[in-house]
């Protein structure tokens, strides 16, 4: 029986607590990449070190055999024939493992970094960061004359590259032998991929708008994975019959490449993996996970449990609570007691947000779905902005919903932008630059703080499907905030910084500095302004001069704010705080989850 903090009591099979285990963990510090062939896996760090390991079916445990030093920030890329491939930036290197001491046998330096890279026999094949492919028996580095290409894979002696259209379209190159001078079997895919090709024998498995896609190499056929387009992928890679699938959060292995199997959670944030049937090593944000990763987990049994609420929002009698779990729905219309009044239970949600009547939500498969407010799903759209896009969070002004995505961080060329669409059918209607990190409104107008760029900015939201820029000014270094009253904008970074509405010119500066963090907050309701974040409970303050009123005794850090002309609602880590406006020394009511 274990006491499981937010998620309750947990009670577990102690029977299926024994070798070999599911997973291992090991905390050495974040690794960056990772290779397995047989019972040897060898993973890299940041600094360059490699570590060969070897893999213990019974315990599934990792006994360190060695380590050495490829190079600031190398990674390891294949193994094939005693020799390991690794590179770092440009320069890719081959490693003779029979030696006690690994020993390079060949370094060459490409014109570009090396984003990935396989071995051909003796022969480099390297995939750069300008997308153009090349080979290397020797130092000197030959182009092949292919288009541009953004991922590459090889099963036994095939390579497969994998290509994205300026129609959004992808297209796989098979090369059955590896051979560059004959031409590829090509295939052609609607949509543009996601992520990394993976082959194997007779298949290739791609990510698309519709989920992960298994292509039949023979005849084109791309099948996609019921119940998978709710998956973001980190990594696809094929080992035996299965199909496995590396989220942050999971690896998903799917029968055969048709049915999900297992999802076993890591005990990390994955960012690479290897694999050899039946194992496969999993570099982490913490450090290196081993995984029998065909074995079950001890099935939980929650007795009791509880939500942890990561943000709340609130529209008319509805407040919305969001966790990982989904969205829990109360209806605030009885009384001042949130009520339990319904709940979305859906895949991967990482953001939510509110319009007028609807509940809008944003998952790791860059999906938006409306909902209402009963929770009744209305309309589902999936954001299609090409190859290497991440959806990053939601919000809402007006009554248009704002997607913020990022676009070529993977190759070098990172921008931020944020799509506007209509509440009632999710389509585009219109764009800007920048991640949305707060956004307020007042009447026809929104202000709005934005990172890459990070500014300040009002924009004219008569027409809300398209937003008109009024002005933009540099946001203050350290902003997390901002809130509307009386023709000012306050702008919550080290300090309270004060705008004029229209042009953005700077008017004050309120309280003294503090070091700012994510849960810094500001809102305002009539002439009182609620910070959280710069002292264990929030403080309340006077306009216009933010003379200091009083704070407020919170049972937990807090989580988010929301104030209106009748009430204050405080998240905090256990509890739903309700405050009757004007009577907040009184007023107090508390929800316990």
Request: proline share 4%; net charge negative.
């Given at each position: 029986?274990?006491?499981?903090g937010d998620i309750?009591?947990?009670?577990?099979d102690?029977?299926?607590?024994a070798?070999p285990?599911p997973?291992?963990?090991?905390a050495t510090?974040?690794?960056?990449?990772?290779?397995?062939?047989g019972?040897?896996?060898?993973v890299?760090?940041a600094?360059?070190?490699?570590?060969?390991?070897?893999i213990?079916?019974?315990?599934?445990s990792?006994?360190q055999?060695?380590?050495?030093?490829?190079?600031?920030?190398?990674?390891v890329?294949?193994y094939?024939n005693s020799t390991?491939?690794t590179s770092s930036?440009?320069?890719?290197?081959l490693w003779?493992l029979t030696?006690a001491?690994p020993a390079?046998s060949?370094?060459?330096?490409?014109p570009a970094?090396?984003?990935?890279?396989?071995?051909?026999g003796?022969t480099?094949v390297?995939l750069?960061?300008?997308?153009s492919?090349?080979?290397a028996?020797?130092?000197?580095?030959e182009?092949?004359?292919v288009?541009?290409?953004?991922s590459?894979a090889?099963?036994?002696?095939?390579?497969g590259?994998?290509?994205i259209l300026?129609?959004?379209?992808?297209?796989?190159?098979?090369?059955a032998n590896g051979d560059?001078?004959?031409a590829?079997?090509?295939?052609?895919?609607t949509?543009?991929?996601?992520?990394?090709?993976?082959?194997?024998?007779t298949?290739?498995?791609?990510?698309?708008f519709?989920g992960?896609?298994v292509?039949?190499?023979?005849t084109?056929?791309?099948?996609p994975i019921?119940?998978?387009?709710?998956?973001?992928?980190?990594?696809?890679?094929?080992a035996?019959?299965?199909l496995l699938?590396l989220t942050d959060?999971?690896?998903?292995?799917y029968?055969?490449?048709?049915?999900?199997?297992?999802?076993m959670?890591?005990?990390?944030?994955?960012?690479a993996?290897?694999?050899?049937a039946?194992?496969?090593v999993?570099?982490?944000s913490?450090?290196?996970i081993?995984?029998?990763?065909l074995r079950a987990?001890?099935?939980?049994t929650?007795?009791?449990?509880?939500n942890f609420?990561?943000?709340?929002?609130?529209?008319?009698?509805?407040?919305?609570?969001?966790s990982?779990?989904?969205?829990d729905?109360y209806?605030?219309?009885?009384s001042?007691?949130?009520?339990s009044f319904?709940?979305?239970?859906a895949?991967?949600?990482?953001d939510?947000?509110?319009t007028?009547?609807?509940?809008?939500?944003?998952?790791?498969g860059?999906?938006v779905?409306?909902y209402?407010?009963?929770?009744?799903?209305l309309a589902?759209?999936?954001?299609?902005?090409g190859?290497?896009?991440?959806?990053?969070?939601i919000?809402a002004?007006?009554n248009?919903?704002w997607v913020?995505?990022?676009?070529g961080?993977l190759?070098g060329?990172?921008e931020r932008k944020?799509?506007?669409?209509?509440p009632?059918?999710?389509?585009?209607?219109?764009?800007?630059?920048g991640?949305?990190?707060?956004?307020t409104?007042s009447?026809t107008r929104?202000?709005?703080?934005t990172?890459?760029?990070?500014e300040?900015?009002?924009?004219?939201?008569a027409?809300p499907?398209?937003?008109?820029a009024?002005a933009?000014v540099?946001?203050?270094?350290?902003?997390?905030?901002?809130a509307?009253a009386n023709g000012t904008?306050y702008?919550?970074?080290?300090?309270v910084?004060?705008?004029n509405?229209t042009?953005?010119?700077?008017?004050?500066t309120?309280?003294?500095a503090?070091t700012?963090?994510n849960s810094?907050?500001?809102r305002?309701?009539g002439?009182?302004a609620?910070?959280?974040?710069?002292?264990?409970n929030?403080?309340?303050?006077?306009?216009p001069a933010f003379?200091a009123?009083?704070?407020?005794?919170m049972p937990?850090?807090?989580?988010g704010m929301?104030?209106?002309?009748?009430?204050?609602l405080?998240?905090?880590?256990?509890?739903i705080?309700?405050w009757?406006?004007g009577?907040?020394?009184t007023?107090?009511r508390?929800?316990?989850r």
């Amino acid at each position: 029986y274990v006491a499981a903090g937010d998620i309750g009591l947990v009670t577990f099979d102690a029977a299926k607590l024994a070798k070999p285990y599911p997973l291992a963990g090991y905390a050495t510090g974040a690794t960056t990449s990772s290779v397995v062939a047989g019972d040897r896996a060898w993973v890299s760090n940041a600094a360059g070190a490699i570590a060969e390991s070897r893999i213990d079916p019974q315990g599934v445990s990792l006994t360190q055999l060695r380590t050495w030093n490829a190079g600031a920030n190398a990674l390891v890329h294949d193994y094939d024939n005693s020799t390991l491939l690794t590179s770092s930036g440009a320069t890719a290197t081959l490693w003779a493992l029979t030696p006690a001491t690994p020993a390079s046998s060949l370094a060459v330096t490409f014109p570009a970094t090396v984003t990935k890279a396989v071995l051909r026999g003796t022969t480099i094949v390297a995939l750069l960061a300008d997308n153009s492919v090349y080979t290397a028996s020797t130092t000197t580095p030959e182009k092949v004359a292919v288009p541009k290409m953004v991922s590459l894979a090889r099963y036994g002696s095939a390579i497969g590259l994998m290509q994205i259209l300026d129609d959004g379209r992808t297209v796989i190159h098979h090369y059955a032998n590896g051979d560059f001078g004959t031409a590829a079997h090509t295939i052609t895919l609607t949509g543009a991929a996601i992520g990394n090709l993976a082959i194997d024998n007779t298949r290739a498995a791609v990510f698309l708008f519709n989920g992960v896609n298994v292509v039949d190499l023979a005849t084109g056929t791309a099948t996609p994975i019921a119940g998978s387009n709710g998956v973001y992928p980190i990594q696809l890679a094929f080992a035996g019959d299965d199909l496995l699938v590396l989220t942050d959060k999971t690896l998903n292995v799917y029968d055969d490449g048709k049915t999900l199997a297992q999802a076993m959670p890591l005990l990390a944030n994955g960012v690479a993996f290897g694999a050899a049937a039946p194992y496969a090593v999993i570099a982490s944000s913490e450090g290196t996970i081993a995984s029998l990763y065909l074995r079950a987990l001890p099935e939980a049994t929650l007795t009791t449990s509880s939500n942890f609420y990561t943000k709340m929002l609130a529209d008319g009698d509805r407040l919305y609570l969001f966790s990982r779990d989904g969205v829990d729905i109360y209806s605030l219309a009885a009384s001042d007691a949130p009520h339990s009044f319904s709940s979305i239970r859906a895949a991967n949600i990482i953001d939510v947000a509110t319009t007028a009547n609807r509940l809008h939500t944003l998952s790791g498969g860059s999906s938006v779905t409306a909902y209402s407010h009963a929770g009744t799903p209305l309309a589902q759209v999936t954001i299609n902005e090409g190859i290497d896009t991440q959806p990053l969070s939601i919000a809402a002004a007006g009554n248009a919903v704002w997607v913020s995505i990022s676009k070529g961080c993977l190759s070098g060329a990172c921008e931020r932008k944020t799509l506007v669409l209509d509440p009632q059918t999710l389509l585009v209607t219109d764009s800007f630059s920048g991640q949305v990190v707060d956004v307020t409104t007042s009447g026809t107008r929104a202000y709005i703080l934005t990172d890459l760029p990070d500014e300040l900015r009002v924009a004219n939201i008569a027409d809300p499907l398209h937003p008109a820029a009024i002005a933009s000014v540099a946001a203050p270094a350290t902003a997390r905030s901002l809130a509307f009253a009386n023709g000012t904008v306050y702008v919550l970074g080290d300090k309270v910084y004060a705008f004029n509405e229209t042009t953005l010119t700077a008017t004050g500066t309120f309280l003294t500095a503090s070091t700012p963090t994510n849960s810094h907050q500001i809102r305002i309701a009539g002439s009182c302004a609620l910070i959280a974040g710069r002292s264990s409970n929030p403080e309340l303050y006077t306009l216009p001069a933010f003379t200091a009123t009083s704070t407020f005794d919170m049972p937990s850090t807090v989580r988010g704010m929301i104030a209106t002309t009748s009430r204050v609602l405080i998240l905090t880590d256990h509890s739903i705080e309700v405050w009757r406006s004007g009577e907040v020394e009184t007023g107090k009511r508390r929800t316990v989850r």
